[in-house]
């Protein structure tokens, strides 16, 4: 083995052994929060950044939040001074127009010193429960940042002083509806953190802290050299598509988003999303740090190399440019409380551009949406009750397999918080069902995933409910020939009345109603006559498909019905 190979092996250890304490990191922050939302659904990510404030490693985590660290770390060094940082020193944030996501999303960043040398950042972010502001829940009347919760523009704190009971500590807590979940989840963050920079500096004693900084350096320059071939294999040229949000707040039209892909030479990418909708006063507007994660997911996802490193480098490659006054990037003190839509509506603005220049790679449309739903009781001594939860739907299809079921989009990657965990903790709740509803897929050579249906009996007086959703009015789309998929819903059932809601809401509930939601599946790909019968019919033996949904997209590969079947 050469010198130079010796040291290239060196290198991707040293690169492997960062990406296990970030995922050691997330580990810790999970099993430590206190929250549901955390804990079970793990809204949450963690990271390693070097001096600079580039991230070198991600946990395997939330894609949306790990994509934007860099960006919050970069608003964060902007503003303050880290001139005098130290060990016991903090970077708090969770303002989305200084590098944040929406406020709910608090990020923490802690410096990793080595014998008086700043190596690098451990950073991680958590979605807390609640952040104050004009309602628990969702407050989908606000039409000011000011009125979704406390705002934190970057704060340089001592961890020491200002935590553990300190003044940033009893400032913050003194305005949330759920003191004792956000602290938990708030110092979860903490140890998190507290890990990634004890084991960085275990890992600098054992390599030599300039070996893990070349290794940084290496990391970043490999994620870039994979991201440009992968760029590569893409033909020249430019390609437009679009995706549009069901409506604003209480509003009927849609809200588009324009991408155009401009492959060029050298492997680089534009992505210029000029003629996206206008910017709005309701929470659908999107943070441009949640645009420029959304823009590079939406570009990797699409690639046939799974194993690029997910770091700074990928970015290197991508020219994002973002129109000032769209929904993509709006005027500082908009809300942008449900930002995934607009995410999401990116990505697949994105894959409508590129599935006409690499057809065979790009998936039919998933549900690709986040559901926010929320259940809050204030109770008899003051407090506050509230159940919360982030929901998926089904994945599209692509050429080569059929869609995933009942999964959180490919932006989130949360988890599905299991009803016994729920109910444990929720005893004013009931979950009558929680099931793969049939048929919601789109039919297509390759079938689209399902979605699924979640009924919430209320056990108590005093709840209001208050959610977004997305494709209630327009289903994701099927590709080169693919069925739609089937749409989203939720309604009330109160007695024998059904009260259908749209796709955002605020509702008193009364004892005895059932909130039932419906996300629908994600779309087919290639003409469903292209399904092999064998295929039609192990859907139709697992219950994902009914047999009037054969008949009605597979009539060539299903046999006609019996006399008892039409009966």
């Not at 050299?225 to 294999?233: F, N």
Request: aromatic fraction near 6%; glycine fraction near 12%; charge should be negative.
């Amino acid at each position: 083995m050469t010198a130079s190979t010796d040291q290239f092996t060196r290198l991707a250890i040293l690169a492997n052994a960062m990406r296990a304490i970030a995922d050691e990191m997330g580990a810790i922050l999970v099993r430590s929060a206190f929250s549901t939302i955390v804990r079970e659904a793990r809204d949450c990510a963690t990271a390693l950044l070097d001096a600079e404030g580039n991230v070198v490693a991600q946990g395997e985590m939330i894609p949306i939040h790990n994509g934007g660290l860099s960006q919050a770390f970069r608003a964060s060094a902007a503003q303050l001074d880290l001139s005098a940082v130290g060990p016991d020193s903090a970077i708090l944030l969770n303002d989305p127009y200084a590098g944040g996501q929406h406020l709910n999303d608090i990020i923490l960043f802690q410096p990793i010193f080595v014998e008086g040398e700043l190596l690098g950042w451990a950073g991680n972010t958590a979605h807390h429960l609640d952040i104050g502001g004009g309602g628990a829940g969702i407050n989908i009347e606000a039409s000011e940042l000011i009125q979704e919760g406390i705002i934190l523009p970057p704060l340089l704190i001592d961890v020491q002083k200002d935590l553990h009971g300190g003044p940033i500590d009893r400032l913050v807590f003194a305005n949330v509806r759920t003191p004792e979940l956000g602290r938990g989840d708030f110092y979860a963050q903490l140890a998190a953190n507290r890990t990634g920079v004890a084991r960085m500096q275990e890992l600098a004693a054992r390599a030599g802290t300039d070996t893990l900084r070349l290794a940084m350096q290496s990391s970043l320059a490999h994620a870039e050299r994979s991201m440009r071939a992968a760029i590569g294999s893409l033909p020249l040229g430019t390609w437009r598509g679009e995706a549009r949000i069901d409506n604003d707040v209480r509003g009927t039209e849609p809200m588009v988003i324009k991408a155009k892909v401009t492959v060029e030479a050298g492997g680089n990418i534009e992505l210029d999303f000029e003629g996206s909708a206008p910017q709005v006063k309701s929470m659908f507007n999107c943070s441009t740090s949640s645009a420029l994660a959304a823009a590079v997911c939406a570009v990797r996802s699409a690639f046939v190399d799974k194993d690029i490193p997910a770091n700074d480098g990928c970015m290197r490659p991508l020219r994002v440019l973002l129109p000032k006054g769209s929904i993509l990037n709006p005027d500082a003190g908009l809300p942008v409380r449900a930002r995934m839509l607009a995410s999401y509506r990116l990505l697949d603005a994105v894959h409508d551009a590129l599935a006409k220049a690499v057809p065979l790679r790009v998936p039919a449309q998933g549900f690709n949406s986040t559901t926010g739903l929320y259940l809050v009781q204030k109770r008899a001594d003051g407090r506050t009750r509230i159940y919360a939860d982030v929901l998926g739907g089904g994945y599209g299809a692509a050429s080569g397999y059929d869609g995933a079921h009942a999964l959180a989009g490919i932006l989130s990657s949360s988890r599905n918080t299991p009803i016994e965990s729920i109910e444990q903790i929720h005893s004013h709740l009931r979950m009558l069902h929680y099931r793969l509803v049939p048929d919601s897929g789109g039919a297509g050579k390759w079938r689209g995933g399902l979605g699924f249906s979640r009924a919430i009996e209320i056990l108590e007086e005093g709840i209001e409910l208050s959610y977004y959703s997305e494709h209630f009015r327009y289903p994701p789309r099927g590709r080169e020939g693919g069925c739609d998929a089937a749409c989203g819903s939720l309604v009330v059932r109160r007695g024998d009345q059904t009260i259908r809601l749209p796709n955002t809401e605020v509702m008193k509930l009364n004892k005895g109603d059932i909130v039932e939601l419906t996300v629908g599946g994600g779309a087919g790909w290639g003409d469903p006559a292209d399904r092999g019968p064998t295929a039609v019919e192990s859907d139709l033996a697992d219950g994902l498909i009914t047999p009037a949904f054969a008949r009605r997209h597979y009539a060539a590969q299903v046999a006609e019905p019996t006399a008892t079947e039409v009966a």
